[in-house]
Every structure is written in C-alpha cells, then in structure tokens.
C-alpha cells in the first residue's frame, strides 16, 4: 500500500498536481499526531485562506476512508493516520505469500547494468582493500537482479604491464614451480620483492623485464606460458576467497583482453581531432575541463591504464547495450573516471552520461597496518579466517553442542565481515576492527544472524499454526511490522543511491525490533489468536531478515 499516493489521490488543490501533492506529504519524526503529514502553508496564497482554514477544508473533502483511519488539523498542518491493524494484517500476508521475493520488481525488467568491482591485479595479494569493491560490488549485482535488471559482473583484471616481465625474471632466477604451486600468489610476492632488491643494485635487468614483457605481448610461446600460469594461480588463489564471499563474476576480461580492441579507439580520436602531441605522447586536453590531460600513448607508442578503459567501455556499450555501467573503485580513482568519462562524452558517446564511478573509501586495520609499498600486507583471506576462527570459540564457549559448529562459524564469521564492510556509508574511510565486527551485541552481521536463528526457533517451537484476526496492536508488535512493510522502499532507495549500508541499517534496526518485541511479549504461551499473529510476526520478520542478509551475499544460519 502506498499511503502517499493514496493520500494525495484524494486531495484537490487548484494548481497542484497529484505527483507534487504526494511529494509535499512528509513522514513525521514523531507519530504521535500522525502517520502522514501535509502541510498547507504552500496553498495560502493561491487559496487566499489561512493554512489552518485549508486543512480544515481538506479534512472536510477527505471524508471516510478504508485505510486512513483518522485526520486532524494541528495548526496548519492535515494529520493522517493509518489504519493500522489493517496496515499490519496486509504486511504480514504480503511478506508471507512472497517469501523470497519479498521486496524484489521488475522494473529493471529489459534493461542490463554492467558493474565493474573487485577488479584485481593478477600476481599481487588479495588484500583488506580490495574488501569494499568486492563486496559492495557484489551487493549491487544482486539488488539489480533482485529488481528484475539484468546485471552483469565483470572482473577487470589488472593483468598488463611490464611488472609480469620483471615476475619472468625473477622465476627463471630464483622460482620453483612447485614451490610456486604451493605458496600461491605470497611465493610470487616474494619473488617480486627479491627482483626489487636485486634490480637496485644491477639495474641492467629491468632491461631483461621489458624484454619479456614485449615477448608476452608479441605472444611469445613460453613467455605466454609463464604468464598464464601466473594468471591461473592468482586466480585460483583468489577464487577461494571469492566462494568464501559467495561472489560471483560474469566475464574475466581484463585489461590484456584490449589489447587488439585499443587502436580503433585510437584511429576514431585522432579522426574527431582529439588527440594533440605532447613531448612524444600523444593525449586528449582537458584543460578547458579543469582538467589534466588524458594520456593515450605514450611516447614509446605504448598503451596506459585510460586507452584500455576507453576501449573496455566501447567493448561493453556494443556487447551488453548496458542501461548503466558502474564502476565500483576506490575514490582515488576519481579524476581518471572524470577523465574517461569526459573523453567519452567528447568522443560523442551518447551514453557516457550513463557510465558512474561508484567511489568508496579506504579500509585500514586497527594497528595501523595496510601499506603495500611497505609490504605490509594484510590480505583479506588472514582476516576472514581469524574472524571464523574467534566465531568458532564463541561458538564453542557458549553452545558446545551446537552440531556442524564449524559450518555456522565460516557463516559467522564471514558474514561479520561482509556486513561490516558494508556498514557505513560507502564513501567513508573506515578503520576494520575484529572486536566491532565480531560483537554479538552491536550493530554487526552475528548480531542480525542471531535474530535470525532467535526466529527460527521461535517458530520451531510454535510449529503448525492456524489463521489470525488483528487485533488491538501493541507498540512492540506495531513498530516491527511497520518496519517490515517499510523493506521494499529501503531496497528501492538502496539501488537508487548505490547503498548497500541502507540494508544493512535496515536491517539491524529490523533486529532491535524483533528482540523488543521478543523480550516484552510473550508468544508461545498466550491465547490462540495472539499466539498466531505473533508467530506470523515472527516468521515475516525472519523472511525480511533472511532477504536482507542474502542480498548482502551472507548466509542465515539456522541455529547458532
Ligand atoms: N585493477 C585496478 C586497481 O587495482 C582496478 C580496476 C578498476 N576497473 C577499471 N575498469 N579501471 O587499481
């Protein structure tokens, strides 16, 4: 039911059509005057009335209605409030006759988005900054499926340039395949760091890497080989933790998939006078954009990081037709999307108002540690584990004879993870810490789980149940099944904003609901009918919960 638009379709104000009636109706912080709230002051002058006279007036045209229980004047604001129980009665039936699809549409239905996220470098760790764009990107392809998009994933692998011919050097001197099969990408690491160490005091084989790197590029047999197999490993390494993460990706084009797909792109700027020579390379200004240039050739005629972008976007906008193509990378790529984007648009790309940059910010740990260059690499795959490992104790400590512990525990602790991740708004930096994404009692994902499992045995126990009448509600049940029907607005303004942390809000205010509602009213012991409605309650709030979680790509246990 929309409230709103009900609301609005039965108010007639000279001048004022139904869409800007519904959008000066407003939502009170506080309900104690009413559900809905319109003010009149606007109307005054055209009415030439006093806003109280106008509301009265309203009030009068308004009349009886089925689900607007009451309207009152209060100063020159119409108060309208909601018939309740009839609200509650058709959320709980609506929740409970969609399930799954609670809170899903089609309006996407026809159109496809493509979203660009996790995008890693092959041969270089998976670390807690590459937490954001995995799952945050993941989240948005399924809240676009969830509406009825059709989303494709894309894996932008950062798998070009000349550091794969420094790796070449390094295996042939000091690498091992086995021991290479065996340590993954932490081996390759090791060996690219001793190149660094080494290459300082005999600079001579930086001129052996770009050798090798310009024979992967002439496609070299076993240059190509070693290549590949670097590749594979990385992403084997990776794809464990991506099944961990429940991520998933439609296409692994990366960045060396261009490489025969940049000079037409070439070829069309240079023929839409774009490009201009610039000490041997060859860019787009953007100065009259405030901008620096966009580089697209180097002078030693190489490609850069913008040539492929540019070729990527043109590659997906002919395969997918996309409707919107996001790229979920951290905000300090801003300036080079501004820059694709704006060549794009110079370049007549109709479509580049329709390329977004979701930027985020950066994710640091607690101690301090996250610096790359300092190799002081913290990769996601210690941190998740170290979180499965502190669920499994808590686990443990407080429900020893839990059976399969150790399943609900990955379920746990990875979902503290993911949840956290995606607890504050995505822009802001933030700081990762074990004790607050672990805290069974905070705002965190274990937390929401618990209610979850809390529900479940709830309605274990109640087992078969029969029909319900609503009755006269109390606060406790009112709020939470208020907030359940608010759930496919939430999703809605989620994928309007590009904001998984509205779900995860939603969805831990949800919980506080449910509990208050658990701990103040009883459910199990009471008269039939109250018994029934609270374990429709219960199980509507567990079908919203469980929708939520599973957006976010977390799991819902069942016991805990
Ligand atoms: N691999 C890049 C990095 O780690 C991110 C790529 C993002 N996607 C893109 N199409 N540029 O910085």
Redesign the pocket.
């Known amino acids: 039911m929309d409230y709103k638009k009900h609301i609005a379709s039965k108010l007639n104000v000279e001048g004022v059509t139904a869409a800007e009636m519904e959008s000066l109706i407003a939502v009170p912080p506080n309900t104690d005057l009413g559900d809905y709230a319109l003010p009149c002051f606007r109307f005054a002058k055209t009415m030439r009335k006093s806003p109280a006279a106008i509301a009265e007036e309203l009030k009068a045209s308004f009349g009886a209605d089925e689900y607007i229980e009451e309207v009152t004047v209060a100063g020159g604001y119409l108060n309208f409030r909601v018939n309740r129980k009839k609200h509650v009665a058709e959320v709980l039936s609506r929740v409970i006759k969609e399930g799954g699809n609670y809170g899903s549409s089609d309006e996407g239905n026809g159109k496809t988005v493509c979203i ?1 996220y996790s ?3 092959i041969a270089k760790p998976f670390h807690i900054g590459h937490l954001s764009t995995t799952v945050l990107g993941a989240a948005l392809y399924r809240l676009y499926k969830f509406r009825g998009y059709t989303a494709v994933g894309i894996n ?1 692998l ?1 798998d070009y340039g000349t550091q794969f011919g420094k790796l070449i050097v390094a295996y042939r001197l000091w690498g091992d395949r086995s021991a290479v099969e065996k340590g993954g990408v932490r081996e390759l690491m090791r060996l690219y760091v001793k190149y660094h160490e080494e290459a300082e005091k005999h600079p001579e084989m930086d001129d052996e890497a770009r050798a090798e790197f310009k024979k992967i590029e002439n496609g070299d047999e076993e240059a190509n080989a070693l290549f590949n197999f670097f590749k594979e490993l990385t992403l084997k390494d990776v794809g464990k933790i991506y099944e961990k993460l429940n991520v998933k990706f439609d296409s692994y084009a990366g960045e060396s998939f261009y490489n025969d797909k940049m000079a037409p792109i070439v070829e069309e700027l240079r023929n839409k006078g774009l490009l201009t020579e610039s000490e041997g390379a060859e860019i787009v200004d953007l100065s009259a954009y405030d901008m620096p240039p966009c580089i697209i050739l180097r002078s030693d005629g190489a490609s850069l990081y913008a040539t492929r ?1 540019l070729a ?1 976007a043109v590659y997906r906008k002919n395969t997918y037709d996309f409707y919107k193509n996001l ?1 979920v ?1 951290a905000y300090q790529q801003n300036l080079h999307f501004r820059q694709i984007f704006k060549v794009l648009e110079l370049m007549g790309k109709d479509w580049a108002k329709d390329c977004v940059h979701v930027a985020y910010g950066m994710v640091s740990m607690e101690d301090g540690a996250m610096s790359t260059r300092k190799g002081k690499v913290v990769f996601l795959e210690d941190v998740i584990n170290k979180c499965v490992e502190k669920c499994l104790s808590v686990i443990t400590e407080k429900n020893p004879d839990l059976p399969d512990k150790e399943k609900i525990a990955e379920q746990v602790g990875t979902g503290a993870v993911i949840f956290g991740a995606l607890s504050s708004n995505k822009i802001k930096d933030m700081v990762f810490s074990y004790d607050k994404v672990l805290n069974f009692d905070g705002e965190t994902g274990p937390y929401v789980q618990y209610t979850c499992a809390r529900c479940n045995s709830v309605l274990i126990k109640g087992g078969e149940t029969g029909g319900y009448e609503v009755k006269d509600l109390l606060p406790q049940e009112y709020d939470l099944a208020a907030h359940i029907g608010k759930f496919p607005e939430v999703i809605a303004s989620a994928l309007d904003k590009l904001e998984p942390s509205f779900i995860t809000r939603y969805a831990v205010d949800l919980a506080q609901l449910y509990n208050k509602f658990y701990f103040d009213c009883k459910i199990l012991g009471e008269e039939e009918n109250v018994r029934n409605f609270r374990l429709a309650l219960t199980k509507a709030s567990l079908i919203t919960l469980t929708n939520a979680l599973t957006l976010l790509g977390m799991a819902v246990p069942e016991r805990m």
Request: glycine share 10%.
């Open positions: 660009d995008s890693i470098n932008h950062g972008d990527a790229y990378v």
